[in-house]
């Protein structure tokens, strides 16, 4: 069953209630959220549609990130939510098995909702008919031991285990942070 509104509100809600100075940068989710139903997690929502993505943390304090090809910028192993993903958690873990090949087995959920919630614009694509528009990616926490990733080189060219504290934006920084301390 595709995710609902009703399930990105609930985790909205319960994310705000955690994280009150995030509301305002979150405007635009609920904003969208209002206008687009059940449509936010369609990637053909281009008003703006969630997407859910894995800050995967290991005992060293190192976080994973990949090299999208797309938009040759590192990131945070994420992507589209597809239909059969029943919770925004769900698309995370389906997105970090398809990108790196860490199984679901293999990581440890942290916490009961997303560590961070981010809101970020989308350049067009011209090649794919698609418009600028919002990203409001769900970030999920894990842990795990593993190292060895494969990457789906269709999406990924290349993967780095990067010390926490190199993430620069925050609050990501100082939640991870937190976190690896903790």
């Known amino acids: 069953m595709p995710i609902t509104a009703q399930h990105v509100r609930e985790t909205l809600d319960a994310y705000l209630d955690q994280h009150p100075a995030d509301k305002d940068p979150?405007?635009?989710?609920?904003?969208?959220?209002?206008?687009?139903?059940?449509?936010?997690?369609?990637?053909?929502?281009?008003?703006g549609h969630a997407t859910a993505g894995a800050i995967l943390l290991r005992a060293d304090g190192r976080v994973l990130t990949i090299e999208h090809r797309a938009l040759q910028k590192w990131l945070l192993p994420g992507g589209h939510i597809e239909t059969d993903d029943d919770t925004l958690l769900d698309a995370a873990l389906r997105e970090l098995t398809e990108e790196t090949g860490i199984r679901a087995e293999?990581?440890?959920?942290?916490?009961?909702?997303?560590?961070?919630?981010?809101?970020?614009?989308?350049?067009?694509?011209?090649?794919?008919?698609?418009?600028?528009?919002?990203?409001?990616?769900?970030?999920?926490?894990?842990?795990?031991?593993?190292?060895?990733?494969?990457?789906?080189?269709?999406?990924?060219?290349?993967?780095?285990?990067?010390?926490?504290?190199?993430?620069?934006?925050?609050?990501?920084?100082?939640?991870?942070?937190?976190?690896?301390?903790?």
């Open 106 to 182: 293999q990581v440890e959920v942290v916490g009961d909702g997303p560590l961070h919630i981010d809101a970020h614009v989308i350049p067009a694509n011209d090649a794919k008919g698609e418009p600028e528009h919002m990203h409001f990616d769900f970030r999920f926490l894990f842990r795990t031991t593993v190292e060895a990733v494969e990457l789906q080189e269709e999406e990924v060219t290349n993967f780095s285990w990067q010390f926490a504290d190199t993430l620069t934006a925050e609050p990501l920084r100082s939640r991870v942070l937190a976190a690896a301390r903790g």
């Open 26 to 47: 979150l405007a635009p989710l609920s904003e969208t959220l209002d206008v687009a139903g059940d449509t936010i997690g369609s990637r053909k929502e281009f008003r």
